[in-house]
T-cell receptor, first 114, second 115 residues
Framework: DTGVSQDPRHKITKRGQNVTFRCDPI?????LYWYRQTLGQGPEFLTY????????KSRLLSDRFSAERPKGSFSTLEIQRTEQGDSAMYLC????????????FGQGTRLTVV | AQTVTQSQPEMSVQEAETVTLSCTYD???????LFWYKQPPSRQMILVIR??????QNATENRFSVNFQKAAKSFSLKISDSQLGDAAMYFC????????????FGKGTLLTVNP
């Protein structure tokens, strides 16, 4: 296993367009997280899945954002009607089902909304 | 709500010297976990060290150690014998106990290692 994989690495989109990002977690990890990181800030929690169930969503996640994890494997994060304020690095992480263990992060998808 | 504060936006250290990065946090929980993550330029975030709040003994991982002061809600990271590869953004993070596994991060400290 090569770790957490995110695709694409970079995305430039025009304001108002929809974008979708994909995350493939480490195969045996049932927990999956999405974070958003803007310049000069630490990552901010967006949402958390345990298997296919979305257990928590941040209030940061407006109704333009939706995340799915069908069959408890890969996850997608969609942003509809993108705004310039959505420009950020979107990080995915996964962790094993045992206790509060290490979260493994992907390299992120950098979104630029022009 | 839990908050994590890193008061040093930037730090620098000479190669082979020791540097300490500061972190304070605020929580009303008694069961929680603290982490230091390293984010090198254009590379993914990796765990440096982890501390369980119920453990009094400070965690150590090779050249990395923490000073965990539970009463003061302080969790500093000491890097000994600094190496050029230690240059990165360092984030302090908090996770509550129980079934809540999300991380709350500080704003980070950019560490420069001078040869």
């Amino acid at each position: 296993d090569t770790g957490v994989s995110q695709d694409p690495r970079h995305k430039i989109t025009k304001r108002g367009q929809n974008v979708t990002f994909r995350c493939d977690p480490i195969s045996e990890h049932n927990r999956l997280y999405w974070y958003r990181q803007t310049l000069g800030q630490g990552p901010e929690f967006l949402t958390y899945f345990q298997n296919e169930a979305q257990l928590e969503k941040s209030r940061l996640l407006s109704d333009r954002f939706s995340a799915e994890r069908p069959k408890g494997s890969f996850s997608t994060l969609e942003i509809q009607r993108t705004e310039q304020g959505d420009s950020a690095m979107y990080l995915c992480a996964s962790s094993s089902p045992v206790g509060h263990t290490e979260a493994f992060f992907g390299q992120g998808t950098r979104l630029t909304v022009v | 709500a839990q908050t994590v504060t890193q008061s040093q936006p930037e730090m620098s250290v000479q190669e082979a010297e020791t540097v300490t990065l500061s972190c304070t946090y605020d929580t009303s929980e008694s069961d929680y976990y603290l982490f230091w993550y390293k984010q090198p330029p254009s590379r993914q975030m990796i765990l440096v060290i982890r501390q369980e709040a119920y453990k009094q003994q400070n965690a150590t991982e090779n050249r990395f150690s923490v000073n965990f002061q539970k009463a003061a809600k302080s969790f500093s990271l000491k890097i000994s014998d600094s190496q050029l590869g230690d240059a990165a953004m360092y984030f302090c993070a908090y996770s509550a106990g129980g079934s809540n596994y999300k991380l709350t991060f500080g704003k980070g400290t950019l560490l420069t290692v001078n040869p």
